[in-house]
């Protein structure tokens, strides 16, 4: 019996030792550079509410996640999805580049949804994330978002 349990601990030591460069590429993977910004934010559109109450969640404006932001649009009730392609380090915050957008289906089949992109600079597939704070953000530069941008907390 004593045997047994001699191997099947060194079963165990031998699979935990071929896992081990596997756990430890995961500990020295950098976190991407827009970890920050993970979540939800209200404002941009018009000045942000309370971030701090439940109602903040079901009202974001931008959602920012690892391989796509999401931002609300005024003329559909769904979230406009852009795919990240780039994520660059600025002085003072971000800046996203995004994949070109499609045409959208239906009537405007050979045409891009005006409101796809931040209306920054002119260019939909950009974005520039200035960082004012540990809780507010804003977009310099794009017109369809003149206010700060405030994150989405839970209280408690």
Same mark, same amino acid.
């Given at each position: ?5 001699? &191997? ?11 896992? &081990?460069?596997?756990?430890?590429? #995961? ?27 439940? @109602? *903040? ?17 005024? &003329? ?18 971000? @800046? ?11 009537? =405007? ?10 209306? *920054? #600079?002119?260019?939909?597939? =950009? ?21 700060? &941008?405030?994150? *989405?907390?839970?209280?408690?």
């Amino acid at each position: 019996m004593r045997r047994r349990t001699l &191997l099947t601990g060194s079963a165990l030591a031998a699979t935990g030792l071929l896992a &081990l460069p596997a756990i430890q590429a #995961d500990a020295q993977r950098a976190a991407p550079p827009h970890e920050w910004i993970f979540g939800s934010w209200i404002g941009g559109q018009f000045p942000p509410g309370d971030g701090a109450s439940q @109602e *903040c969640f079901g009202a974001a404006t931008v959602i920012f996640t690892r391989d796509v932001v999401l931002r609300a649009s005024a &003329l559909d009730v769904a979230y406009r999805q852009r795919v990240i392609e780039t994520v660059a380090l600025i002085p003072d915050g971000l @800046e996203f580049r995004f994949a070109p957008a499609g045409p959208a289906g239906g009537v =405007l089949s050979s045409r891009v949804p005006p409101d796809i992109g931040f209306s *920054c #600079d002119g260019n939909p597939n =950009l974005l520039r994330v200035q960082r004012r704070g540990p809780n507010e953000i804003a977009f310099p530069g794009c017109i369809e978002f003149p206010s700060i &941008l405030r994150r *989405c907390t839970t209280t408690g």
